[in-house]
């Protein structure tokens, strides 16, 4: 087991928390893996970019946007941690060895698309292709701030979709991030909204359709699946045939934010309250067509999610 102390994972007081009463939820969970805008400063310290520029790949205000499900009776999940810092969106180790003084451990993957992208679980990059580090990084450092932050992340994901399971016979995730309204190499302005399913595999249609009409009805140019099908969280917790639905949502961020000041404009509350009249129509939707399926113990070996 690494040394916890070796990094500074111990600086976040709350590296994340739960915001309404699984006990007495309904059975969809918001989950916001990417707002975390706590810094650390031996973090910051160690980045070639100043403080604003580490912020470029942050999901800025999502957690805000879709704080108000607990009104609703939902619950959510919300990360204090920068994804800059650590994505929770990927596998545990999905790490490139040209960032690390030192050798990897053998079940590191080092190959996969996004740590050849540069966005592997710690990135190497910030969204707009600049590099965070000053120079290469110690691997029980990086081991430590995996075991203290992802670890628990993901350990806590599972417990509160077990819960959902448990009581409801079925859970729904749904997986809220933001993306820049300009791609890097496209002058084309995206779609407002793209939701993910991973091509129809991590949630049934009905879940998927829900959310988009809601959206559709809102105004929204809506797309499904291009360019974002869904990430790590999306692909690994959906598993509709067991009675664990995910789902991705992608909000363009000009909607509600001036990218280039970060600040957020009069557009906020409009979408967040098409935010929650989807999220009211989701939860209306599978409460009149349950998603029952066998007990969760039964889903995988050991009645145990396969990230814990």
């Known amino acids: 087991m690494p040394d916890v102390d070796l990094y500074q994972a111990h600086q976040f007081d709350l590296p994340f928390e739960v915001h309404g009463d699984p006990m007495a939820s309904g059975p969809l969970l918001f989950n916001s893996p990417h707002s975390g805008a706590d810094y650390p400063a031996a973090f910051v310290a160690a980045s070639r970019l100043d403080p604003l520029s580490l912020r470029r790949s942050e999901d800025m205000y999502v957690d805000d946007l879709f704080a108000p499900v607990t009104g ?14 650590l994505d929770v969106n990927r596998e545990p180790f999905e790490l490139d060895p040209s960032m690390f003084a030192g050798d990897l451990p053998d079940y590191a993957n080092i190959r996969s698309l996004r740590v050849t992208a540069g966005l592997g679980t710690i990135a190497k990059i910030v969204s707009d292709g600049a590099e965070i580090y000053q120079k290469p990084l110690e691997v ?57 399913d991973r091509f129809g595999t991590s949630c049934t249609a009905m879940v998927s359709d829900v959310v988009e009409q809601s959206l559709t009805d809102a105004g929204y140019k809506v797309a499904r699946n291009r360019p974002f099908a869904g ?70 070996p050991n009645g145990r999610l396969a990230a814990e």
């Open 140 to 196: 029980a450092e990086v081991l430590a701030r995996i075991h203290a932050l992802y670890h628990p992340y993901h350990d806590k994901l599972g417990q509160l979709l077990r819960l959902l399971h448990r009581r409801h016979g079925f859970a729904v995730l749904v997986d809220c991030h933001s993306m820049p309204s300009l791609p890097l190499r496209d002058l084309h302005r995206r779609a407002d909204i793209v939701i993910g």
């Open 231 to 300: 990430g790590f969280i999306t692909e690994h917790y959906g598993q509709p045939k067991q009675g664990l639905q995910a789902i991705q949502i992608e909000i363009n961020r000009a909607l509600y934010m001036d990218e280039r000041t970060y600040q957020l404009h009069r557009g906020f509350m409009l979408l967040q309250e098409d935010m929650m009249r989807m999220a009211g129509a989701l939860a209306e939707a599978v409460a009149q067509s349950p998603l029952t399926v066998s007990p969760w113990a039964n889903s995988t």
């Open 72 to 85: 609703l009776g939902l619950v959510m999940l919300r990360a204090h941690f920068p994804r800059a810092f």
